[in-house]
């Protein structure tokens, strides 16, 4: 075994200066991009779920439900892209069980970094995961003939609002993750959960046909005044009021679960 | 390292205790259940200590009290000067812990895992890379470096792993089960690595439920069961506290072992240890002269002995002596794979 005498040489090396709690964020950040050079399939799982239910809604309910293909698209396609971010925030979840279940975060535990730097990163991947997955969908409702009438900056300020959206419903997947050891039981439970929440709202309908005690519900529900605030953005005729109501649920998740997930990452 | 600032110093003591890890009374309990019922540990700084005991002794979560992975309920302990109640976020500072299962990114590269730890240290760009090179070289890594870590085999992942904690050169390493599941060419890579760390001067703390892994590295060896420590000492120490010697002795007709060992343990007034697979005995004999009577006992009964033998103990019956229940034993383990 030639390692004894090359251990020997390895020159012995001291902490460089503490990097900031921004820099060990980035890096995680780094490391949620090389996941996608590394596994693309990711990101195949991440698109293709939003573009099926793009072009089966679309062509196959468009035209029962409001008259044309094309013009339900116009009304379709921004509620597709909250889907989408609220779907996707079920992936970091199931990414965080799973790397807890291999002794990876007690490598980090033991690392002295800045104790949410982890969690941070995945957030960094989340986000990009999002801007990819919404840049797509947006591309192909271009291609289908959905056109946004606030023009780019209305583009611009929905991508901003989907974000947030993201940054706060990750929260709830990242406390599952830390809960929950199994990665399947994170997307199930995640599914079971998200499932009434996406389709008892405005996503796919107009709620004006559904019964009284529904509606109640869905005019209430965050997904709805996520879609109305993302509709108002990219169509143009947004009202300050609409923005605020939809970031209610993005600030109350990450003013709570943020440091429950701190609580329960110490306390492991 | 030409990018770091020569003005730092290595792991530079705090005080001038000659430990690298103090403990006194430690404990920590999971329901009702005392996984470390009040160790106390002393490790002197530069040498190999192995804590040594079967499945479920505590022997991890000892460890990763020490580590600051788990806060323990009572009891005090410093490690490398850095007292682990009052100052536990200066513990990681001083450390490095290599925990039982691979703690590595399975789909980036063995190159990718040591740039990402190597970035949290707060290397920056190429002397982060340079780092991760010189380590991938030291650990004889450099040809799979672009591998993905789930193409490794097991040593391979073990040696990253240990590589992964000596990023920044460790005070004291901590190296929980660092050969379970390894073939024993890997097995003896490992040793062989983990020889040439303390070599360099790294205090190395490792747990095992190997006999022979402790016997073949430690020069103190701590033996642990349900969570307390029942022997402490050199390998000879140990062998030496449990007597003066073994009597080991093989019978042709399997049949009267029970008979056999009943007559052993009456004469020499010891509990026999049976070998599970052959009529073998070994219990502690306390003179020669007493062992031969014994046999004698046995003779005249008429059993007829295959062979027998009187020697020092092996770590196995050391363990056996202390702990009343047979400790695992690599050679055994391996017999049955």
Redesign the interface.
């Given at each position: 075994?030639?390692?004894?005498?090359?251990?020997?040489?390895?020159?012995?090396?001291?902490?460089?200066?503490?990097?900031s709690a921004l820099?060990?964020a980035l890096?995680f950040g780094?490391?949620a991009v090389?996941?996608f050079k590394?596994?693309p399939e990711q990101l195949f799982d991440l698109v293709m779920t939003p573009i099926m239910f793009t072009l089966l809604f679309t062509f196959v309910f468009g035209g029962a439900l409001a008259g044309s293909p094309s013009e339900y698209l116009q009304f379709f396609l921004p509620g597709i892209l909250v889907q989408t971010v609220v779907f996707n925030a079920v992936y970091s979840g199931m990414g965080l069980s799973t790397?807890l279940g291999?002794?990876?975060?007690?490598?980090?535990?033991?690392?002295?970094?800045w104790s949410l730097?982890p969690f941070a990163g995945l957030m960094v991947g989340d986000i990009l995961r999002h801007l990819i997955a919404g840049t797509i969908i947006l591309i192909i409702g271009l291609i289908l003939g959905y056109r946004p009438e606030a023009g780019l900056f209305g583009i611009i300020a929905a991508f901003a609002m989907l974000i947030a959206i993201g940054f706060g419903m990750g929260w709830i997947f990242i406390v599952l993750g830390l809960l929950i050891r199994t990665p399947t039981t994170v997307m199930t439970l995640g599914f079971t959960f998200l499932f009434p929440l996406v389709f008892a709202s405005n996503i796919m309908v107009d709620p004006a046909t559904m019964p009284d005690w529904l509606r109640a519900f869905v005019d209430v529900n965050p997904v709805s005044l996520m879609t109305s605030a993302i509709r108002g953005l990219m169509g143009g005729g947004v009202s300050l009021g609409e923005i605020l109501l939809a970031l209610i649920a993005p600030v109350v998740l990450t003013a709570v679960l943020a440091p429950t997930t701190l609580w329960l990452y110490l306390r492991r | 390292?030409n990018d770091?600032?020569p003005a730092?110093?290595?792991?530079a003591p705090l005080d001038a205790s000659p430990n690298a890890i103090s403990a006194r009374g430690l404990v920590k309990a999971f329901g009702d259940v005392r996984a470390v019922d009040g160790i106390d540990l002393d490790v002197p700084r530069g040498i190999i200590f192995a804590v040594l005991g079967p499945n479920g002794a505590g022997k991890t979560t000892l460890m990763r009290m020490l580590?600051?992975?788990t806060r323990p309920d009572a009891g005090s302990a410093s490690v490398m000067g850095h007292d682990l109640i009052s100052a536990p976020?200066a513990v990681?500072?001083a450390?490095?812990?290599t925990?039982?299962?691979?703690?590595?990114?399975?789909?980036?590269?063995g190159r990718?895992n040591l740039v990402?730890?190597a970035?949290?240290?707060?290397?920056?760009g190429r002397?982060a890379k340079a780092?991760a090179d010189?380590?991938l070289?030291?650990?004889?890594l450099s040809a799979a470096a672009t591998k993905?870590v789930k193409d490794y085999s097991g040593g391979m992942r073990r040696r990253l792993d240990i590589a992964?904690s000596?990023?920044?050169?460790p005070g004291v390493l901590f190296l929980d089960e660092p050969t379970t599941g390894l073939d024993p060419k890997a097995r003896?890579?490992v040793w062989?690595?983990i020889?040439?760390?303390a070599?360099?001067g790294v205090t190395i703390l490792l747990t095992t439920q190997y006999l022979e892994e402790a016997d073949q590295l430690a020069a103190r060896i701590a033996v642990i069961d349900r969570g307390k420590k029942i022997a402490e000492g050199t390998s000879r120490e140990l062998k030496a506290a449990t007597g003066s010697g073994f009597l080991h002795v093989a019978i042709a007709d399997p049949a009267r072992l029970d008979e056999a060992a009943g007559i052993l343990e009456q004469r020499l007034g010891h509990k026999a240890n049976r070998s599970t697979e052959g009529a073998e005995l070994s219990i502690l004999a306390g003179t020669a002269k007493d062992a031969n009577e014994a046999l004698a006992v046995l003779v005249g009964q008429g059993i007829e002995l295959s062979n027998f033998s009187m020697g020092q103990p092996s770590l196995d019956e050391v363990f056996f002596a202390l702990t009343g229940q047979p400790g695992t034993d690599t050679s055994r383990e391996e017999a049955t794979l």
């Open positions: 075994m030639s390692d004894t005498s090359q251990l020997q040489k390895l020159p012995k090396v001291a902490r460089p200066s503490t990097p820099s060990n890096v780094w490391r090389l996941k590394h596994v790397d291999k002794g990876l975060f007690d490598r980090f535990r033991s690392l002295p970094i730097a | 390292m770091t600032s730092i110093k290595l792991n580590a600051t992975l976020h990681p500072t450390i490095a812990m925990g039982q299962f691979a703690s590595l990114d399975e789909d980036l590269t990718e990402l730890l970035r949290l240290w707060g290397f920056r002397a780092r010189d380590l070289a030291a650990f004889d993905q992964a000596l990023i920044v050169t003896k890579d062989a690595m020889r040439g760390l070599d360099s």
